[in-house]
């Protein structure tokens, strides 16, 4: 049974944010709300939680999963960027982005694109979602919680525990969630490339 956590979308519970991180560092997979949509979310290195996502989306191994991070500062840790990608990226964020680039060596294998070597990034601007990588110390390996038949992510954190129920090990909610999923731009070939018009305004990058 999927473990169900709500907490304030102002000043999310502390007890319930460190119960979220205890299921994620005991190899756990969740559901959590971001500002764009519900996300899957495990700990860095999973290799079964990347497995029960794309047994749940219907993906393949081409899948980019992104990292979720509480600050542009920790990109550079994970992710190759020339002077001008990094500037684009910095005035961009936090926000409705997910950035593509190629990975560095903190990265895992099983996380990277088979033959690019390459990965997502991304900062958002929601609350819960800060407070909760800010709780772990580390980004979360994430995937949009869309599900097979849909083009848009969940939104409503009792609805995904009611439609995995018994697949996520928990759902956190706090209420408000963005509906529309990030806008994907691919840095990898040093151009900017829009992959997926999403909620991010894509003008900077055309």
């Known amino acids: ?29 969740i559901g959590y709300p971001t500002d764009s949509g519900y996300a899957f979310g495990a700990r860095l290195g999973n290799k079964d939680a990347l497995e029960r996502i794309r047994r749940i989306r219907g993906l393949d191994e081409k899948h980019h999963f992104t990292l979720v991070m509480s600050e542009f500062s920790q990109v550079g840790q994970y992710v190759q960027m020339e002077n001008s990608v990094f500037r684009a990226i910095k005035a961009a964020v936090p926000g409705r982005y997910t950035f593509i680039l190629r990975a560095t060596r903190d990265v895992p294998k099983v996380m ?68 529309d999923p990030t806008t994907v731009i691919d840095f990898s070939s040093g151009e900017a490339v829009i992959t997926r018009m999403g909620a991010g305004d894509p003008a900077p990058f055309q």
């Open 1 to 29: 049974m999927t473990h169900y956590y709500p907490v304030h979308p102002v000043n999310p519970q502390r007890r319930a944010l460190n119960q979220l991180v205890t299921i994620l560092k005991e190899g756990g997979l």
């Open 112 to 179: 990277l694109h088979p033959k690019k070597h390459t990965v997502g990034v991304r900062v958002p601007e929601h609350v819960t979602c800060l407070a909760l990588m800010d709780a772990l110390g580390e980004p979360i390996v994430s995937s949009t919680l869309i599900l097979p038949g849909q083009d848009r992510p969940m939104d409503d954190g009792w609805q995904v525990k009611e439609a995995l129920d018994n697949e996520l090990d928990a759902v956190l909610d706090s209420g408000d969630c963005g509906t």
